[in-house]
């Protein structure tokens, strides 16, 4: 898992047989417990290889070119059956399930093994009050050379809500 990240409520995901490149994006639903890149716990859930099924926003990626019907391609239904290279150190016991990987990849019954990729592994940066405390008031001088930090690092510490 070194240097990988977790794959979260959020995520991005493109299967090659789209005929255009299209994406989706994974919603988990099997797990309420556990959140990673998510201070208060509430939007970025960890996918699991238990979301499985219909467990994308729009359950599609555009047409599909394994399903041909003439001159066009019929459109696709994505349904994830199975996921491969996922952390396997760690299984939550409240659904069974291992975190995904940003590299792991879904199964789809016609598209067949690893057909889906995660493109986008659905974390964002947060700056919270902690990386503030943390913050090397040196470093944070060369990166920003123009700005009072002790007075900026101040406002930002005692603001609500962060």
């Keep these: 898992m070194a240097n990988k990240h977790v794959v979260v409520q959020g995520a991005t995901c493109q299967c090659k047989f789209s005929v255009a490149p299209q994406k989706d994006i994974l919603k988990v639903k099997t797990q309420s417990k556990h959140y990673a890149n998510d201070g208060e716990g509430k939007e970025k ?7 499985i099924g219909q467990t994308l926003e729009k359950n599609t990626f555009g047409n599909c070119k394994m399903q041909p019907n003439g001159t066009s391609y019929n459109p696709c239904q994505a349904v994830i059956t ?3 290279g996922f952390y396997k150190k760690v299984t939550y016991h409240d659904n069974g399930g291992n975190p995904l990987l940003e590299d792991s990849k879904a199964t789809c019954p016609i598209g067949g093994p690893d057909c889906i990729t995660i493109i986008d592994h659905g974390q964002k940066v947060e700056v919270t009050k902690q990386n503030e405390k943390n ?19 101040k406002q930002i510490l005692d603001a609500p809500n962060n």
Excluded: C, H, V
Excluded at 45 to 51: R, S, W
């Design 45 to 51: 859930l960890i996918a699991t290889t238990m979301d």
């Design 82 to 84: 199975q996921w491969s």
């Design 135 to 153: 913050a090397d008031d040196n470093a944070l001088a060369i990166l920003y050379p123009f700005g009072n930090l002790k007075r900026e690092k």
